[in-house]
Structure formats: structure tokens, C-alpha cells
């Protein structure tokens, strides 16, 4: 309560306030001149509009002009007012398109004529803020002058008090206009976010194909062969066994080996497929076998208050799993750690080494399959890896209630 | 006899020469890739090519595709194709030109030595060898299902055996029966889908049978 009275009180002479005074009067003369110039461009295009295609030219010229002036306004709030305003997606032709294609794109577009009324709306309500002003520091001024009856001195006081408030609405009205129509519509931040959903949709599938061609090729090239080749050997020794039982045993001790490498590849096969224990135990007990097969030295770190969901620590794993492969495969590095910990909603996982760098999430391999499972479920995805190392994975999935 | 192996896994590779060698069939090369296949095949000219489908780079349909190229080039090397999957489409093609010492098997079948190497020696003799798999996915495709279901339940056993390429000898052993009975009801069979009469060249008969499920 103090605080507001206080700031009440020094209102005349903040910085806040004049800044605020600084910030419309930029604002007015801007808005004056591009009141004028689209006005004038507006005015053009609706008296061409009869003569078919002209109008059309012009319009789109207009909004053309509009948006380099949405620009110029972006700029001048983020450096008086210290206010960020998001532009609205404006038309963007493929290269290839043709004039007559730009030029409809422009003037059909929805988020440009926004942009032209905020010209339009913006004089208007800039020089009524100021007026206000005006007119209150006006009050002031005779108030003190006059000097009559005490209730003349109390608004002379109210006033004093009063200018810099009205100021400072002036100021909010200000960004707050720019911010509604300069920025994005709310159905072309929906329509935005349903393009992202949809590619991040997309992008899930794919990995998710993907990985099914990885596991049968796995099974496929890996596996299959063994067994067959086992039962070769078998067939083989089968046949031999009457005639020539030392071949038979040997080709049978053969058999029994490759079987046995053959479980051991269905082993790691599957788990890395899904672990299991990552269900039953969680990312810090799935984590100790991963890394228990990795020739580099791995410090894991997981501090997690609570499990995540089953889906968030498969993503995780994988990331994990993928960046730890490529530490032993491609990095060269001597030592990696793998941190994971939890604030504020979001798992955070962080995979580094000593490497020397150069890893990147090309379309098809490993990490970008990676980048693709986390934005499926709205996390983000990072690789820094400058040639000569040190490679950083990160990434940072919401796991919030 | 003669032999070139294609097969990428070099495990695969040794065992079949290993079981080939069983039988005297001498391997004189193996390799795991389709360019290197028609090199030797081109290099060495043996009765016999024993190529996996599946090969690098690609992973694909390679072996399948050197096959044809061989069998366009070379028209004497015998074909024998092996997969860890069969398709009755890829049979198709295979069989598509000259159909003349062809063979299409599971992988799988490697591990029955008696009846592969049984397979391998028809092949390399001018005969055909389909593996039963790609003759059920025949007969289950075949769009000629009426007459078909005219056949007689042993009948239709002798069709399936047929297409695998068997002789009415290996046919009447495999269902126990004289060889007589088969040639009765393989006759049988060829008037009832209206196939011109039983030719003594086996592997045109089965040629007769598969394009005959195909049509």
C-alpha cells in the first residue's frame, strides 16, 4: 500500500513517467506521419479499385508499406517502452511464386490489414492519451495560477498528482495496442500452434517407423542368420553322426556356442528395444546397465523427487542410450557424464563428453530420431558440438502434474 | 559341380559351403554383396549361384535383382535364391523369364541337409524348387479359385508338391503312395484346370502350374 502511495507521491518526477511522456509523444509523431502516408496509399487503392487487378496492385502495396511500418513501431516500443512485441506471421510467397501470386497473397492476407488498422486506430488513440494529459496538467496549471477557493487548490493537487498516472495509461495503451494488433491474432497463434502439433506429429510417426526398421533389420542381419547357421550345424552334424561322430561332436560344440552368442544378442536385442527394468525400476536402475557396456567411463548422476511418467523415462532413456552409443562409437572422448535432474516441471537431461565434437542431428540418423521423440511430447532438443569437442546433449521434457 | 555363394553374413557364407562341400559341390566364391556377385558368376561361369536376397548396399531386394541380371546374361548358371522371408511376388519375377534350373527357398530350409542339397542338385540339373511357403501364398492368391475347387483334397496335395517343383517319384514318397497313383492324379489335375497335357520336361509342368495360380 505504501508503495503505491510512494509511487503516487514521486509520479512527477520518476523517470517512469517521463519516459511515458517520451514514449507517446515518439508514438504521435510517428503515428502522425504513418496515419498520413497509408491513409493517402488507402484512399488510392479504393478510388483503382474499379479498374480490375490496379486496385488489387496498390492494396498490396499498401499492406507492404504497413508492415515495414509495424516495424519500425516494433522497434521503437522495445527501445522506449522496453517492451518485446511478437510480429504476427505476415505472407511469405514461395521464391518461385509469381507476381500476380505475391501480390494476391498480400492483399488477402488477414494478419497485413491488422497492421493497417493499427496505423488507423493508433493516431486517434495516441492523441486522445495525450490530450488527456494535456488537458489534466492544463487543470494543474490554472488551479496553481488562480490560486482561488481551497477546492480549486485540492484539484490543482489531484491534478499535480493525476498527469502522471494518465501519462503512464497513455504509455500501456500504447503497447497494449501494438501488442494486439501488431502481434499475432489469436486464431493465427492457434492455427500456429496447430502447424507445429502437426509437424511434431509427424516427425513422431516417423521415428517411430523408423525404429521398427532399425529393430527388424536388427533381427534381421543380426539374429537370423546365427540361428540359421545353428541350425546348419546341427543338420549337418545330424547327418554326420553315424558315420563320423568326432566331426558330428565338433560341429555340435560349434552349434552350442553360437547359441549361446545368439542369446546373448537377443539380450541386448531387447533390452535395447525396452528395458525392462526401466519399468520396474526406473531411469537411475535402467541407466547402471547401459552404462556398465560402455568402454568410456560414464558418471551418472539422476536426482529425481519422483518417477516420471512411463513415457517420459523411455524418452529419456533413449536419449541417453543414443548419445552414450555415439560417445563409444564416433566421439573419441575418454571420459562422459549423464545428468538428470527435475525443476520447475521439467526433467532435464544432459549427456556430455570429452570428445572431439562434430556431432550433428542429420536427417534420418540417430539424434534427429532423438529430436523427433522429445518434441512428440513437447520437450526441446539440443546438440552442441563444435568441431574439437566437447559434445553436450540436451534435453529438457515438461513432466509436470 | 560348381558354385558361387552370395550371402552378406560370412557365418551363412561357411555353412553352406561347409554343407554344399558335404556333397561335393565345390564353392569357388563367396561373396556378401550384389556387384561382386556378377563378377565372380561373370569370372567363374558356375553351374550354380546360391544368392540371398537381401544384400548391402541397399539391404534391399539386391540378390533378387542380381539374380535376374545373371539369368538375362548368363542363361546356363542355375539360380538358387534364398531369403529369411519368401514372397510369392518375388517368385513371380524370378519365374517371369526362362523358368529353366530355378530355385526360391527359405533360408531355413539349410538346416534339412538331405532335402536342401536334394533341392540344390535339382536346380543345378534344369529343375525347379519353390518352397512350400511361396506355394501357399500361390494358392491362397490365386484368383482361379473355382477350379481349384474342383480339386480333390489329395489332389490339391499333389498340385502344392508340384509347384515346389517334385518329381511324381519325390511326390508319390512324400505322401506315401505308388508313383502310379500320382501320374493318375496329376493327370487328373492338369485336364481338370484345363493345362495342356503333362510334359515330361518337369520344370515346364511347374511352370504351367505357378502361371497357372498367377493368372
Redesign the interface.
Known sequence: MTKIAWSILLGPVSARTWRAVGGLLASLVTGAVFFCGLAVALLVSAALCWIVGLGMLVLSFTLRLAARMARFDRRRIQRLAGARIELAALPEPAPDASFRQRRRAWARSPAARRLAAYQLVRLPAIAASLGAVVLVVTGMITGFTSAGSAGQVLLAVACLFGWPLVARLGAALDVTLARTLLGPSRSGQLSAEVQRLGEARTLAVESAESERRRIE?DL??GL???L??L??????A??RFERDPGSAKALIDQAHQ?AKTAIEDLRSLVRGIHPSVLDERGLDAALSALIANCPVPVHVEVTLSRRPDQTQEAVAYFVVAESITNVTKHSGATRASVIINEAAGLLRILVEDDGHGGARADPGGGLAGLAARVAAIDGTFAVRSPPGGPTYVEAVIPCGP | MRAVIA???V??RE??T??LA?DDIEVVAGVGEAGSLLNAVEAHQPDLAVIDV?MPPG?RDEGLRAAIEIRRRWPAVALLVLS?FVEERYATELLAGETRGIGYLL??R?????E?IEAVRRVAAGGTALDPEVVRQLLARSRQSDPLGRLTGREREVLALMAEGRSNSAIAESLVVSTGAVEKRVASIFMKLDLPPDDEQHHRRVLAVVRYLNS
Do not use: N, W, Y
Not at chain 1, 541350425?231 to 549337418?236: D, H, K, N, R, V
Not at chain 2, 539349410?110 to 538331405?114: I, Q, S
Open positions: 533389420r534381421h542381419d537370423q542368420p546365427k540359421v547357421s541350425a546348419l550345424e546341427l543338420g549337418l545330424r547327418t553360437e | 550371402d552378406d553374413s557365418l551363412l555353412g553352406i561347409r554343407l558335404e537381401r539391404h529369411q533360408k531355413d539349410v538346416a534339412d541337409v538331405a536342401f
